[in-house]
């Protein structure tokens, strides 16, 4: 059997797989095992910001790879330290601290954890199309209804609010309120960009009410949306924020930040066997240096600008509306996005859905100026042709 056969053959039944066997990636591009070439912009959903095999990781990674790999946190490890300190020098102002774990997911699941051993309470407040994970307290926090029902009851407390709603927000937070969780803007529910107003109000209405604010950046950070972090568009100070793609390059790794009001965190109240690894970590180390080094953020930022502005001079019936910031960019169709998925891998494409009916473009902060310009030629002979 070929590899496809093989793994539909014993893999779990829980993807929805593309008629495609992707077998090498550099940069942005990617090659199947027939040696077609395509342009990613799906990038391991976010993940590889830095570009797939950034010579950068790889040879971290190699290096490491010889010297250490696994390292539980009850040791110290050099690397780790290197790793832990150089992360908190670029995040947000307050958060000082951080835990580090194998995924968004994980990451997620730590901040709420520690939201309500802070504070003492038990209520967790999401909003309406938001996408936190699918491990049983992430899920909770999730709002679409086909990845929740079959597995309810899930987590006690956790009311949804619709995003935006200033007004419902306050009239969920109560004395029992132990985090708003939200995300800037929110990936998988058809790339919705939060506004400043309503992000910095919710901010102080947590803080009045003794609720901590956590802020899903597993998406967003690390320069995807032409700043750091998304939360700095608009002046913001989480509590505790988790990330979690492109971290490492491609590495699995995520991290819980942390900040001055998150108190009770103790020996033994978390934890996790291969998180804060020294692989991963020196993984982590090569990404972050890269993506500062190169200014990726500043690249998302222009690039994204220029990608927006492109797709805004398609005239199509078919678009209903196109959104983004930096280079993660949805355009919400008139119809369902699956059938247009395919037209463009047949162009050489590969994109991402966001729901039904949103075309999402998450591409490595690498990809070239000419490499975006032909996502968008073919983008348009796709959508024009219906």
């Given at each position: 059997?070929?590899?496809?056969?093989?793994?539909?053959r014993?893999?779990?039944?829980?993807?929805?797989?593309?008629?495609?066997?992707?077998?090498?990636?550099?940069g942005?591009?990617?090659?199947?095992?027939?040696?077609?070439?395509?342009?990613?912009?799906?990038?391991?959903?976010?993940?590889?910001?830095?570009?797939?095999?950034n010579?950068?990781?790889?040879e971290?990674?190699?290096?490491?790879?010889q010297?250490?790999?696994?390292?539980?946190e009850?040791?110290?490890?050099?690397?780790r330290?290197?790793?832990?300190?150089?992360?908190?020098?670029?995040?947000?102002p307050?958060?000082?601290?951080?835990?580090?774990?194998?995924?968004?997911?994980e990451?997620?699941?730590?901040?709420?954890?520690?939201?309500?051993?802070?504070?003492?309470?038990?209520?967790?407040?999401?909003t309406?199309?938001?996408?936190?994970g699918?491990?049983?307290?992430?899920?909770s926090?999730?709002?679409?209804?086909?990845?929740?029902?079959?597995?309810?009851?899930l987590?006690?407390?956790?009311?949804?609010?619709?995003?935006?709603?200033?007004?419902?927000?306050?009239?969920?937070?109560?004395?029992?309120?132990?985090?708003?969780?939200?995300?800037?803007?929110?990936?998988?529910?058809?790339?919705?960009?939060?506004?400043?107003?309503?992000?910095?109000?919710?901010?102080?209405?947590?803080?009045?009410?003794?609720?901590?604010?956590?802020?899903?950046?597993v998406?967003?950070?690390?320069?995807?949306?032409g700043?750091?972090?998304?939360?700095?568009?608009h002046?913001?100070?989480?509590?505790?924020?988790?990330?979690?793609?492109?971290?490492?390059?491609?590495?699995?790794?995520?991290?819980?930040l942390?900040?001055?009001?998150?108190?009770?965190?103790?020996?033994?109240?978390?934890?996790?066997?291969?998180?804060?690894?020294?692989l991963?970590?020196?993984?982590?180390?090569?990404?972050?240096?890269?993506?500062?080094?190169?200014?990726?953020?500043?690249?998302?930022?222009?690039?994204?600008?220029?990608?927006?502005?492109?797709?805004?001079?398609?005239?199509?019936?078919v678009?209903?509306?196109?959104?983004?910031?930096?280079?993660?960019?949805?355009?919400?169709?008139?119809?369902?996005?699956?059938?247009?998925?395919?037209?463009?891998?047949?162009?050489?494409?590969?994109?991402?859905?966001?729901?039904?009916?949103?075309?999402?473009?998450?591409p490595?902060?690498?990809?070239?100026?000419?490499?975006?310009?032909?996502?968008?030629?073919?983008?348009?002979r796709?959508?024009?042709?219906?």
């Amino acid at each position: 059997m070929d590899a496809m056969q093989t793994e539909q053959r014993y893999t779990s039944g829980c993807y929805p797989k593309r008629e495609i066997t992707i077998v090498r990636g550099e940069g942005a591009r990617l090659w199947d095992d027939a040696g077609r070439e395509y342009i990613d912009c799906v990038s391991g959903h976010g993940v590889a910001i830095v570009g797939h095999c950034n010579p950068a990781v790889v040879e971290a990674v190699c290096n490491q790879a010889q010297t250490l790999i696994t390292c539980p946190e009850v040791f110290y490890n050099d690397v780790r330290a290197q790793f832990l300190e150089r992360l908190v020098s670029i995040a947000p102002p307050g958060l000082e601290r951080a835990l580090l774990v194998n995924s968004g997911a994980e990451a997620v699941e730590g901040a709420l954890k520690f939201a309500r051993l802070s504070t003492g309470r038990a209520g967790i407040i999401a909003t309406m199309r938001s996408f936190h994970g699918r491990t049983m307290g992430a899920l909770s926090t999730t709002w679409e209804p086909n990845y929740r029902k079959p597995f309810e009851p899930l987590l006690p407390g956790v009311t949804h609010v619709p995003y935006g709603n200033l007004d419902a927000l306050h009239e969920a937070l109560g004395a029992d309120t132990a985090a708003l969780i939200v995300e800037v803007v929110q990936g998988e529910g058809g790339v919705n960009i939060g506004e400043s107003t309503y992000l910095q109000q919710a901010q102080g209405l947590c803080h009045a009410a003794g609720a901590l604010l956590i802020v899903d950046e597993v998406q967003t950070g690390f320069g995807r949306t032409g700043r750091m972090f998304a939360c700095e568009h608009h002046d913001l100070r989480p509590d505790l924020m988790a990330v979690a793609k492109g971290i490492a390059g491609g590495v699995p790794m995520g991290a819980v930040l942390i900040g001055e009001r998150v108190e009770s965190i103790r020996p033994g109240v978390h934890g996790t066997t291969f998180g804060g690894n020294p692989l991963a970590c020196a993984a982590g180390l090569a990404a972050i240096d890269y993506m500062l080094e190169h200014d990726l953020p500043g690249q998302a930022q222009r690039k994204g600008a220029w990608v927006l502005e492109r797709l805004g001079a398609i005239d199509a019936r078919v678009i209903r509306e196109i959104r983004g910031l930096g280079l993660m960019i949805g355009i919400e169709l008139r119809a369902r996005v699956t059938p247009y998925l395919k037209a463009l891998m047949d162009e050489g494409v590969l994109a991402l859905p966001a729901g039904r009916t949103v075309l999402r473009l998450l591409p490595p902060l690498v990809i070239s100026e000419d490499e975006l310009a032909t996502v968008c030629d073919a983008i348009e002979r796709v959508l024009t042709a219906g």
